[in-house]
C-alpha cells in the first residue's frame, strides 16, 4: 500500500466572492476524501455565493467569516484565532481568490478574516485567482499576480475557456484535479523549479495496423507519461505531451499532441525535439510492425495465419541529444537493473526509469508504481510503491540533479 502524501496535512481553504466559490465545495470533498484536516475561512462577499453551513458541514470544521468571533455565531471563542489558525496550519490554500483579494494580499491588507491570516501564515500559500476576463487580464491584476509570484507564493493561473458572463477568454477556475495536484506538489514539498525549461514527454502505446479493423498494440495506459507532463507543468516548465492512443486527460495548457504508429511518434518527437530542454520517453513504442497494412478488413476466409513484421525505427537513434537531457524508461521482468542499465548505455540516456512487472500494484493498470531511477553515473535509487504522480515528482527532481550536476 502506497501512502498519501495529503492524508493527516492541516489545510486552511479561503474562499471569496466569485462566481466560481461552488467550486469550493469540491476542493474540500477531495481534500477530506483524502484525509486532510481541512479549516475554512471565508470573505463576507464568499458568502452571497456558498453557504458557510455548506462548506462547515462538508469540512467538518466551524467555518470562519468574521474577524472578530464576538460577531459571528459559529466562530471560534479564540481572541488570536487569526494567529492560531495561521500557527496550525501545513497550508493555505485560496480558491477561488478574486482580483480584490488578489490586490490586497498583494499589498499586505488584512482588512477581513482571510485576508488577516495571510501575513499571520509560517506555511506555504497556494493562491488560485479567478475572474472574467477583461478582470483578470487588467494590467494592475496582472501587476498584483506577478507580485504575488515574486513574494514566493505559488499562483495557479487561471485557465482559458468559457466565462459566467457568457465571455471566452482567460480567468477560469482550474478544474478541482490541478488545484489538488498543486496541494500535493507544495505538501511534498516541491516548488516550481522547472520554470523556464522546454519538456517533451511522450506517453502511451502505438498501434501498428494490420488491417484498418485490427492493430498490433500493448497495455501501456498512458497515465505514467500524463502524470509527468503534469507534474512538469505545475512545476513551472512548458511541456508538450506526444501520445499514442490512451483515455488520460491532461491539464489544457500542455500541447498534445495525439498519434497512433511508432512513426508518427518519431516523426512528432523529431518535430518538437530541437526546441526542447528535457525530452523523457515513457510511451510503450511497438518494436515491431506490419511489413504492410491490408487497405481492406482480411476475412476469416483469407485464412491469415501468419503477419510478417519488420523493426521499428529508433526515436532516439536519430536525435543529436548534445546539450539536451534525456531519460528513457524500461519495463523488464528479468535480469531488470542489468537489461535497464545496458539500454540507458545503448540509447545514450542520462537517466533510466526502470519499472519492474514483477511487482504488485505497479505497472500498466495501476494508478501506483513501484521505480528504480538509474543515472548514467550508475547512481541508483530504488523507490517504494507510490502514487505515479508522486513517483513522476521523483523522476522530474533525479533530472534536475542530471541539470544541476
Ligand atoms: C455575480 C458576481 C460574480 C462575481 N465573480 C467574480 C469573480 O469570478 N472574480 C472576481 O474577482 N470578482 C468577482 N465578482 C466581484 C467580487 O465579488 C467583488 O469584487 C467583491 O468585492 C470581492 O470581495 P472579496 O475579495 O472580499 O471576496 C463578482 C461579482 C458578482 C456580482
Known amino acids: 500500500m502506497s501512502t498519501d502524501i495529503i492524508a493527516g496535512k492541516k489545510i486552511i481553504l479561503g474562499v471569496t466572492g466569485c462566481i466560481a466559490a461552488y467550486k469550493s465545495a469540491f476542493i474540500i470533498r477531495e481534500l477530506v476524501k483524502r484525509k486532510a484536516e481541512v479549516k475554512v475561512v471565508m470573505t463576507p462577499s464568499a458568502t452571497e455565493f456558498i453557504t458557510p453551513l455548506t462548506l462547515s458541514t462538508l469540512s467538518q470544521n466551524e467555518v470562519i ?135 517533451l514527454v511522450t506517453a502511451g502505446p502505438t498501434y501498428e495496423d494490420i488491417d484498418p479493423v485490427r492493430f498490433i498494440g500493448n497495455r501501456s495506459s498512458g497515465k505514467m507519461g500524463f502524470e509527468i507532463a503534469k507534474a512538469a507543468y505545475i512545476r513551472g516548465a512548458e511541456v508538450t505531451l506526444i501520445s499514442g492512443p490512451s483515455n488520460e486527460v491532461c491539464y489544457p495548457e500542455i500541447k498534445l499532441l495525439k498519434i497512433r504508429s511508432a512513426e508518427e511518434m518519431k516523426k512528432s518527437v523529431e518535430q518538437e525535439f530541437e526546441q526542447t530542454d528535457i525530452l523523457i520517453m515513457s510511451a510503450a513504442v511497438a518494436d515491431y510492425k506490419p511489413v504492410s497494412a491490408s487497405d481492406k478488413k482480411i476475412k476469416k476466409e483469407d485464412k491469415l495465419n501468419s503477419i510478417k513484421l519488420e523493426e521499428t525505427a529508433d526515436i532516439l537513434a536519430s536525435l543529436d541529444k548534445k546539450n539536451k537531457i534525456a531519460a528513457g524508461f524500461a519495463l523488464e521482468t528479468d535480469d531488470e537493473l542489468k537489461n535497464a542499465s545496458h539500454k540507458l548505455k545503448k540509447k545514450n540516456l542520462d537517466l533510466i526509469v526502470l519499472n519492474s512487472l514483477k511487482d504488485k500494484e505497479s505497472g500498466f493498470e495501476f494508478d501506483t508504481n513501484k521505480i528504480t531511477i538509474i543515472h548514467k553515473t550508475g547512481k541508483t535509487i530504488e523507490l517504494p510503491l507510490m502514487s505515479k504522480f508522486q513517483a513522476a515528482h521523483k523522476i522530474l527532481s533525479e533530472i534536475l540533479e542530471c541539470i544541476n550536476s
Request: include cysteine; proline fraction near 4%.
Open 65 to 199: 467569516v468574521n474577524t472578530f468571533p464576538s460577531s459571528q455565531k459559529n466562530g471560534t471563542s479564540l481572541s488570536t484565532w487569526h494567529i492560531e489558525t495561521a500557527l496550525w496550519a501545513d497550508l493555505m490554500v485560496i480558491a477561488p481568490c478574486t482580483v480584490n483579494t488578489v490586490a490586497k494580499i498583494a499589498h499586505g491588507f488584512a482588512d477581513n478574516a482571510l485576508t488577516t491570516l495571510v501575513p499571520a501564515l509560517r506555511c506555504p500559500l497556494i493562491i488560485s485567482p479567478a475572474a472574467d476576463v477583461d478582470m483578470y487580464n487588467n494590467k494592475i491584476t496582472q501587476q498584483n499576480i506577478k507580485k504575488l509570484e515574486d513574494t514566493g507564493y505559488y499562483v495557479l493561473q487561471a485557465e482559458e475557456g468559457e466565462l459566467a458572463s457568457g465571455l471566452r477568454g482567460k480567468g477560469r477556475l482550474p478544474e478541482v484535479d490541478k488545484i489538488i495536484d498543486a496541494v500535493e506538489l507544495i505538501v511534498t514539498g516541491f516548488k516550481k523549479d522547472l520554470s523556464g525549461k522546454k519538456i
